[in-house]
T-cell receptor
Framework: EPEVTQTPSHQVTQMGQEVILRCVPI?????FYWYRQILGQKVEFLVS????????KSEIFDDQFSVERPDGSNFTLKIRSTKLEDSAMYFC???????????FGSGTQLSVL | KNEVEQSPQNLTAQEGEFITINCSYS?????LHWLQQHPGGGIVSLFM???GKKKHGRLIATINIQEKHSSLHITASHPRDSAVYIC???????????FGKGITLSVRP
C-alpha cells in the first residue's frame, strides 16, 4: 500500500533554532495536513493545504509556522524559532479528496532543548 | 467547538475476548474516524464512517448519528491488537479532525 513518509524520525534542536520537517505524501493525493501530538495529550490539527495554499489553520499555527510544497512531491513544515513547547510528535497526512480516508506518516519526534 | 470523548481510558482484556471501545461527540459531524496508534507512534486509519456500520476482518465500527455516539468492536481479540485506539471527528467537507484522547488497549495472552 502507498505510504506517507516523514523525515527525520527524530529531530533535536536548541530553542530559537529553525527546523524543517519533511513529508512525502502519497503521489496522487491532493490534500495535505500537519498534526501534532504533545506527549500525553490529544493529537491536534495544525494546518491543511491544497492547491499550493493553506486552506485552514488552527490557533496553534501562528507566524512561527509555515508550510510549503516546494517541488510537487515534498510537503514541509517550518518552525522559524522553536520554543520548548513545540516539542511534540508531528504527523503529516494526506488524502485524495476532502472527507476521504486520511493516510498518516509515522511522525517526526521533535525535541526542543 | 466539537468535543470528542472516549471511554474507558484504559482497557485490559484477555486474548479471545470481545472488546468494545466507545466514542461520543458533541456536535454534528460529517464523518467519524477510528485510528490505531502503536507504541512507535505511527497512526493508521481503520475506519471512516458517517452512518451505519463497517466491518474489516475482526474489527467492526458502528455509529449512531442521533445519539452522537460510535463504537469500535474487536472480536476474538489478540495481543497484537494492543495499541491506542483513537476516534476523531470531522465536520464539514474537510479532513480537519478533532481527536479524542485515545484508549490504551492491552490484550493479554
Amino acid at each position: 500500500e502507498p505510504e506517507v513518509t516523514q523525515t527525520p524520525s527524530h529531530q533535536v534542536t536548541q530553542m530559537g533554532q529553525e527546523v524543517i520537517l519533511r513529508c512525502v505524501p502519497i503521489s496522487n493525493h491532493l490534500y495535505f495536513y500537519w498534526y501534532r501530538q504533545i506527549l500525553g495529550q490529544k493529537v491536534e490539527f495544525l494546518v491543511s493545504f491544497y492547491n499550493n495554499e493553506i486552506s485552514e489553520k488552527s490557533e496553534i499555527f501562528d507566524d512561527q509556522f509555515s508550510v510549503e510544497r516546494p517541488d510537487g512531491s515534498n510537503f514541509t513544515l517550518k518552525i522559524r524559532s522553536t520554543k520548548l513547547e513545540d516539542s511534540a510528535m508531528y504527523f503529516c497526512a494526506s488524502n485524495l479528496d476532502r472527507g476521504e480516508k486520511l493516510f498518516f506518516g509515522s511522525g517526526t519526534q521533535l525535541s526542543v532543548l | 467547538k466539537n468535543e470528542v470523548e472516549q471511554s474507558p481510558q484504559n482497557l485490559t482484556a484477555q486474548e479471545g475476548e470481545f472488546i468494545t471501545i466507545n466514542c461520543s461527540y458533541s456536535v454534528g459531524i460529517s464523518a467519524l474516524h477510528w485510528l490505531q496508534q502503536h507504541p512507535g507512534g505511527g497512526i493508521v486509519s481503520l475506519f471512516m464512517l458517517s452512518s451505519g456500520k463497517k466491518k474489516h476482518g475482526r474489527l467492526i465500527a458502528t455509529i449512531n448519528i442521533q445519539e452522537k455516539h460510535s463504537s469500535l468492536h474487536i472480536t476474538a481479540s489478540h495481543p497484537r491488537d494492543s495499541a491506542v485506539y483513537i476516534c476523531a471527528a470531522s465536520t464539514g467537507a474537510n479532513s480537519k479532525l478533532t481527536f479524542g484522547k485515545g484508549i490504551t488497549l492491552s490484550v493479554r495472552p
